[in-house]
């Protein structure tokens, strides 16, 4: 099994900026991919981005150059830099591992972006 911890949440400003961090440990020979998902109250979990552990990257279309993904292999961390961030992005946010074959290894427990004037 793989525990994924994440921190970096909070209150933020529209326009402003926040970055999630992911810290990985357990079976983390059963991680080939490392992602974000979100949750928003009333709707359904969805993809944000997710990484390779060839660096090959993956964004939902509504946060393609505002938020970027990248990991450290050597910390078993992987961020979300997420700037020019807008009401709509206010979320739960979810770290995510898979492994080569798409298997999902391991969720984190979620953490709160709240964007908001």
């Known amino acids: 099994q793989v525990h994924l911890v994440e921190s970096g949440g909070g209150l933020v400003q529209p326009g402003g900026s926040l970055r999630l961090s992911c810290a990985a440990s357990?079976?983390?020979?059963?991680?080939?991919?490392m992602g974000w998902y979100r949750q928003a109250p009333g709707k359904q979990r969805e993809l944000v981005a997710e990484?390779?552990?060839?660096?090959?990257?993956n964004y939902a279309d509504s946060v393609k150059g505002r938020f970027t993904i990248s990991r450290d292999n050597a910390k078993r961390t992987v961020y979300l830099q997420m700037n020019t961030l807008k009401p709509e992005d206010t979320a739960v946010y979810y770290c995510?591992?898979?492994?080569?074959?798409?298997?999902?290894?391991?969720w984190g427990q979620g953490t709160q972006v709240t964007v908001s004037s």
């Open positions: 995510n591992s898979q492994s080569l074959q798409r298997e999902v290894t391991g």
């Open positions: 990484i390779t552990s060839g660096r090959s990257t």
């Open positions: 357990g079976s983390i020979f059963r991680i080939y991919v």
